[in-house]
Each structure stands twice: as C-alpha cells, then as structure tokens.
C-alpha cells in the first residue's frame, strides 16, 4: 500500500475516532456541561510586600473571576463545588537579603510551603504550585510571614495568584471521566448505565456501530 494510502488512512480512522466518541457518549459530555460553567481566577496585588506579616494576602486587581469565587475584599477563594482545584503563586523577589516564605492555606491550614531566596542586587520571579481537592465551602488563600519580600507596580502584574476547577464529581472540565483510560472507545453492545432514554440509547449505540463498520470497509477498501 502506498504512503498516500497509509496516511488517508489513519486521518480517516482519527475522524471516525472523534465522531463515534461524540455520537457513543452523549451523557458523559452534557453531565460536564450541566454540572455548572467554569471556575477559574486571576488576580495581581500592586506595590510591594515588605517584611510583614500578611494573613491573607488581599490580591485587589481582579483580571479574571469566572464562577465569582475569589472575593477581592478579603483575598480569599472559596469553593463553589468539591472538586480537584489548582492554584498558582507568583512573586517578583525583592533584591536584597530575604528570607521568604509564602504558604498555600486551607481552612486556615498550611497545605504547601513556597520558599525562595535571592542575595545582593539579584531578582528572580519566583512560582509555586499546589493541587487541593477541595469540598463546596472550603477556602484557600495565600500567607506571607515575616521577613518576606515581594514587589509589582501598578502595570507589571508580577505578584498574582489564579486557580482553576480541574475535574468535579469524577468528571473533567474539558468534558468527559478522568481516569477512564480510554481514547478511542469502540462499539459496546453492553447495557448503558445512564439517564438517556431508551430510544436515545439504542440510537447511540446504532450510531456508534455503523460509524465503527464504516470504518472497517474503508480500511479494508485501501488495504487492498
């Protein structure tokens, strides 16, 4: 078989892929969608944050806040849903000798230690990450102790700190099951265990094996 063939092959296999894991897997992608939109913020604090002690940190410029969990008065997210959530600490090191240390706060918890050190005239932007699986209610923030040195003006945005909703209820944001192991799933003929209603099903399933039976006729046709 020639390269043309092999390859139109393969792009037709990775189409028919995608399309039959719409068409077999309604339910898993609208339960993403309905569960709720997205949770995802992003906010700057501007000036400077100079050896005191700063519990929370209040990050007052607000550029993203979808799902409106993170409150710029108090400097504290909360989680809307339980979830799998990551969040984001970034800070411009003040030149000079420092010593430090930010923490990441669960329910006024310390879930996660960010220590960084810079000496003489040197600066660095110093980023920590942490992933909390989180229930509906609890809160996150971010703690600066004593003896820490941070610094952003009104424009450079070089304090931030952002998180996102990961996956809630074993679904993922992007749609679909985390953890299913599965990318290219083929024609089941096993009983479905979803709120579709039987003729919804049956026509899903249908679907999905003529979709498949296409694609066996359409290899079969280039290799020979």
């Not at 993203?64 to 339980?82: E, I, K, L, M, R």
Request: hydrophobic share 40%; glycine share 8%; aromatic share 10%.
């Amino acid at each position: 078989m020639s390269s043309t063939k092999i390859k139109t092959v393969f792009v037709l296999a990775a189409v028919l892929c995608a399309t039959s894991f719409v068409v077999a897997n309604p339910v898993e992608l609208t339960a993403a969608r309905q569960q709720g939109g997205a949770v995802i913020f992003y906010a700057a604090y501007q000036g400077q944050l100079r050896d005191i002690l700063f519990n929370p940190i209040v990050f007052n410029e607000v550029l993203v806040n979808q799902g409106s969990a993170y409150d710029n008065d108090t400097g504290v997210f909360t989680a809307p849903v339980a979830g799998i959530y990551q969040f984001v600490f970034a800070a411009q090191l003040c030149r000079g000798d420092h010593n430090n240390v930010w923490y990441f706060m669960v329910n006024g918890n310390r879930r996660m230690t960010c220590h960084a050190q810079v000496s003489g005239p040197d600066t660095t932007l110093n980023t920590c990450y942490s992933m909390e699986e989180l229930k509906t209610g609890d809160q996150v923030w971010v703690k600066q102790s004593v003896g820490s040195c941070a610094w952003a003006s009104t424009i450079s945005k070089t304090i931030t700190f952002s998180g996102v909703l990961l996956a809630r209820e074993g679904v993922s944001t992007l749609g679909g099951k985390y953890g299913s192991g599965s990318s290219c799933p083929l024609a089941s003929t096993g009983r479905r265990k979803d709120t579709m209603s039987s003729s919804v099903g049956r026509s899903a399933s249908l679907s999905h094996v003529a979709i498949t039976l296409l694609l066996c006729l359409l290899l079969d046709t280039y290799i020979i």
